[in-house]
C-alpha cells in the first residue's frame, strides 16, 4: 500500500485545511487509516484513526476540531481540520494498519506515506 498526503500549508489561527491521504496498491485489503502529527522536537504523536469499519477514535485535543472521512471509491483519506490553533502545527502523516481494529500506536501501523506541513499562524 503506497500513501501520498497533500494539503498542508499555512493558515492563521481559526482557519481551516483539509487534508488528503490518496492510496495504491492493495487496496483490497481491510485496514484502518490513521492520522499522526509531529511538531519539532516532539514525538509523532496519534491524532485520529478511521477503522475498516468506519468507527472513529480522536485524540482528546483535536476532538470537535477535526473530522477524518475516507472515500473506499476513490481510495482516499481526508481530515477536514477547523479552528485550528498554533499547538496544531506539525508535519501530519497518513498511516495505514492492517486489519479491523483501532489502533494508536506508531507501532501498529504497517504503511505511511511523506508527511504533509501545516502551519498555524497567530
Known amino acids: 500500500v503506497q500513501l501520498q498526503a497533500s494539503g498542508g500549508g499555512l493558515v492563521q489561527t481559526g482557519g481551516s485545511l483539509r487534508l488528503s491521504c490518496a ?11 490513521g492520522w499522526f502529527r509531529q511538531a519539532p522536537g516532539r514525538e509523532r504523536e496519534f491524532v485520529v484513526i478511521i ?18 472521512s475516507r472515500d473506499n471509491a476513490k481510495n482516499t483519506l481526508y481530515l477536514q481540520m477547523n479552528s485550528l490553533k498554533s499547538e496544531d ?19 501498529s501501523y504497517n504503511w505511511w506515506g511523506h508527511g504533509t506541513l501545516v502551519t498555524v499562524s497567530s
Do not use: Q
Not at 477503522?51 to 477524518?68: E, I, L, M, N, P
Not at 502523516?93 to 486489519?99: D, E, K, S
Open 23 to 33: 492510496t495504491s496498491g492493495r487496496t483490497d485489503l481491510r485496514y484502518g487509516m
Open 51 to 68: 477503522s475498516s469499519r468506519g468507527y472513529t477514535s480522536y485524540a482528546a485535543d483535536v476532538k470537535g476540531r477535526f473530522t477524518v
Open 89 to 107: 502545527t506539525a508535519v501530519y502523516y497518513c498511516a495505514a494498519a492492517r486489519g479491523d481494529g483501532i489502533y494508536y500506536r506508531t507501532g
